[in-house]
């Protein structure tokens, strides 16, 4: 039971991990510990301190570690080599130390240069991002908060303030009065206290757009019915008259 417990897991553990792709070391590595750790079989990648092989001398406290490290190190590698990439596993390194694993997929990833790269490309995205009404305010500075963090566990810190203004300039030209409103305030306001008045301005905005869209309407069905034309039947009817009491006239 215990083994079975223990094999499914390892299972779900492995399909809610990241796939290791060569250039994700950091991401990958985090959501290993954290699910190694959740599932109690972290031992074995959290310290260099294997135990001694065991003797016909070792106690039975000995033999208690070993096993437990034992177990723990099978089941990471386990977990490990089932979160590759198809194209990383072929050149996957030949070990069966979880650890030494870690250690050496973080050198075949070539971190350094790839987290850079990445580094790049967040900071690039978070800096010139731009609200295009295609998804909720809510949803769009969520996404900058992410790319935030994803930064700051990648060592460069983005500290509050800067997101704060991050967000500010990504607002479409309708904001504007908002942008104005806030560059005039004495304290500026915190990441939460900005996604709270963000998404009241959405509101208001999407409120005053229906107003504008429904007074059109309007103006619109006044102007087609005041442009139809007036009916003639009047005039004809005032026309047969006019003939008929002249023919009377011409008679008498």
Known sequence: MVKYFAASSSFASANSVVKFNGQNYAEW????????????????????DEPAALTDDSSELDKSHFETWERSNRLCLNLLRMTMAES?????????????????IKEQSQSDLADKSIVGSLMSELTTKKFDWSEPIHDHVTHMSNLASKLTSMGMEVHEPFLVQFIINSLPIEYSQFQVNYNTLKEKWNFQELKAMVIREEGRLKKMKDQVVMMAGFGNVGASSSSKKPSNKGKKKDKAVFKDRKAKSVKL
């Open 29 to 48: 590595s985090e959501q290993i510990k954290f699910s190694l750790g959740v599932i109690s079989l972290d031992q074995a990648i959290l310290t260099d």
């Open 88 to 104: 990383i596993k072929p050149s996957m390194p030949k070990t069966e130390k979880a650890r030494e694993f870690m250690v050496k």
